[in-house]
């Protein structure tokens, strides 16, 4: 495991989040998702080839499946991103704001590494 892994993405700052494990870091493998349910909230959780982990909504605001986990990783100018199964539009990685669509968006959340969990923070 690389320092990076420390590093934690806070999406939003805030002191009432509760950090839930989602799979071991070995397991979750680069350029792909996994999608993890936490109640009613499902999540897309994404390890990138240069080791960088994300986490977004999963379900697809247009269709409204639970797909994103199961969509093309990839990169648009800069910001990494999931293109959705179904309709194909790319999704940024970073925020969960959709780029092909003005206004669109999944919610985002922190992520971090402990004791070799992948964690996210919920709110």
């Not at 320092?3 to 999406?11: D, F, G, K, N, T």
């Not at 996994?34 to 080839?49: S, W």
Request: hydrophobic share 40%.
């Amino acid at each position: 495991m690389t320092a990076m892994h420390e590093i934690v993405r806070l999406p939003e700052a805030r002191a009432d989040r509760r950090w839930e494990d989602v799979c071991p870091l070995d397991r979750l493998q680069p350029e792909r998702g996994v999608a993890a349910l936490f109640g009613d909230l499902q999540v897309a959780v994404f390890r990138t080839f240069t080791d960088e982990l994300y986490a977004i909504g999963n379900i697809d605001p247009k269709s409204g499946a639970a797909v994103l986990s199961r969509g093309i990783v990839g990169d648009r100018g800069g910001v990494p991103t999931v293109a959705s199964p179904i309709y194909k539009e790319a999704f940024s990685l970073v925020d969960g704001r959709c780029l092909d669509a003005e206004g669109v968006s999944v919610p985002s959340y922190p992520v971090r590494v402990r004791n070799g969990q992948v964690q996210i923070g919920l709110p």
